[in-house]
């Protein structure tokens, strides 16, 4: 049994696939551009600020993981740099416009990952199987 809060993280991190954590920092930078759209429309700057940073970390981050040996890394280093700009000019113009082009990408990949995720597991099978 599990006890304490410490041993169930360790426990959950054992379990998280690469996969896996992709989705929840993709979760994430959606749920944070909601939060800043959220700052825009109730006039809390420094609420949308936040989270337009937090947003942006993420995205950079994507960008900084990319395994460059894969033709489509460069599309996606460019699909990352586009969003990239949109955080930054919609949190610098309060231009929800922007925001929320973003976060159209940002759902459209996280689902494209959640089918890759549900199809990795099969292949690593067969390929062990086959």
Same mark, same amino acid.
């Given at each position: 049994? &599990?006890?304490?809060?410490?041993? *169930?993280?360790?426990?959950?991190?054992?379990?998280?696939?690469?996969?896996?954590?992709? &989705?929840?920092?993709?979760?994430?930078?959606?749920? %944070?551009?909601?939060?800043?759209?959220?700052? &825009?429309?109730?006039? +809390?700057?420094?609420?949308?600020?936040?989270? %337009?940073?937090?947003?942006?970390?993420i995205?950079?981050? %994507?960008?900084?993981?990319? +395994?460059?040996?894969?033709?489509?890394a460069?599309?996606? +280093?460019?699909?990352?740099?586009?969003m990239?700009?949109?955080?930054?000019?919609?949190? &610098? *113009? *309060?231009?929800?416009?922007?925001?929320?082009?973003?976060?159209?990408?940002?759902?459209?990949?996280?689902?494209?990952?959640?089918?890759?995720?549900?199809?990795?597991?099969?292949?690593?099978?067969?390929? *062990?199987?086959?």
């Amino acid at each position: 049994m &599990i006890s304490s809060p410490y041993e *169930k993280y360790r426990q959950n991190a054992v379990q998280t696939s690469p996969g896996q954590l992709l &989705i929840m920092l993709y979760d994430g930078a959606i749920r %944070f551009t909601l939060a800043a759209i959220d700052g &825009i429309n109730q006039k +809390d700057y420094a609420k949308s600020n936040t989270n %337009f940073g937090k947003a942006q970390a993420i995205v950079s981050e %994507f960008r900084a993981s990319l +395994d460059r040996s894969y033709e489509v890394a460069e599309n996606l +280093d460019r699909l990352y740099e586009y969003m990239g700009y949109l955080l930054i000019q919609a949190n &610098i *113009k *309060k231009d929800v416009a922007s925001a929320e082009e973003a976060l159209g990408y940002l759902k459209d990949l996280r689902e494209t990952w959640v089918e890759a995720n549900k199809l990795a597991p099969a292949a690593v099978s067969e390929a *062990k199987h086959g």
